[in-house]
């Protein structure tokens, strides 16, 4: 080892990167497109007719939702009531076969589709509070209180939407200032009034059904057929005034009617 020699490094030539291009330093020509390109992000405004309400959008789907229920329940009353019409037949006339396994086909399928409509109209309701409470707590300049999986609970579970969406409803009422209170409490009155009503003649047509379930007697299958009934027919029409109730609920009070004809005294 000599004093003026060092060793020194060196990487592997098939280890070297090529060199790169040169690039010519100064000004970068812009590029040009033969066509309008078509990439990127686009932002459209949106003006203020097209704007869409969530709360409009979330009232028009409750109310077509509220529309179909209706539609379905009122099939599956008439369907029923064929069926016990056959019943009643069958005890003193004999009737084919597939009649009677054409009608328990069509109260099947009506029962599942009235089930399908209760839920989708149920999920809807529950979105539509969602929103008219955003719009009442954001109007007041305030948060809503309540937590969205409360909102659910409350609004989405059977029986206990009975007192549950009548107190989220009256809530997003009260912190309204450009409400009329009175007006509001009245109108949600008779709404879960008849709202109480609906849910006791469906728990009465289920308390029959398993009823006759257990005993097998055929006077109580008629009896429960006849409550499935009169349940399908209330919940029918319960639905289609829910639907016109819904977009007057937070309205203001209609004006009075002014007559066209004017009623003079003559001397």
């Keep these: 080892r000599a004093a003026n020699m060092r060793w020194v490094a060196r990487r592997p030539p098939e280890s070297i990167p090529p060199q790169r291009p040169h690039r010519p330093r100064g000004p970068r020509s812009i590029p040009r497109y033969a066509y309008l ?29 509220l529309l179909v229920t209706g539609g379905i329940l009122a099939a599956s009353a008439v369907v029923h009531l064929l069926r016990y019409i056959l019943l009643t037949v069958n005890r003193t006339t004999p009737i084919p076969k597939w009649l009677i396994d054409t009608s328990t086909v069509l109260v099947l399928g009506c029962g599942v589709l009235a089930v399908l409509s209760f839920i989708v109209a149920t999920a809807t309701f529950v979105a539509w509070v969602i929103e008219v409470r955003k719009q009442s707590y954001g109007l007041a300049d305030r948060l809503d209180p309540r937590r969205r999986r409360w909102l659910i609970v409350l609004g989405g579970i059977p029986l206990v939407n009975i007192v549950g969406g009548g107190l989220l409803i009256a809530e997003a009422a009260d912190v309204r200032p450009d409400l009329d209170r009175d007006l509001i409490r009245r109108r949600l009155i008779r709404l879960w009034v008849a709202w109480g009503i609906v849910n006791a003649a469906a728990i009465a047509a289920i308390v029959f059904r398993l009823y006759a379930w257990q005993s097998g007697s055929i006077q109580s299958g008629a009896n429960a057929l006849t409550m499935v009934i009169i349940s399908a027919v209330v919940s029918s029409v319960f639905a289609f005034w829910m639907a016109d109730r819904v977009p007057r609920l937070f309205a203001a009070p209609a004006p009075d009617p002014v007559p066209d004809k004017r009623w003079v005294v003559l001397a």
């Design 37 to 65: 390109p078509t990439w990127g992000l686009r932002d459209r405004p949106v003006s203020e007719e097209h704007a869409v309400d969530p709360v409009e959008n979330a009232q028009s789907q409750l109310r077509l939702a």
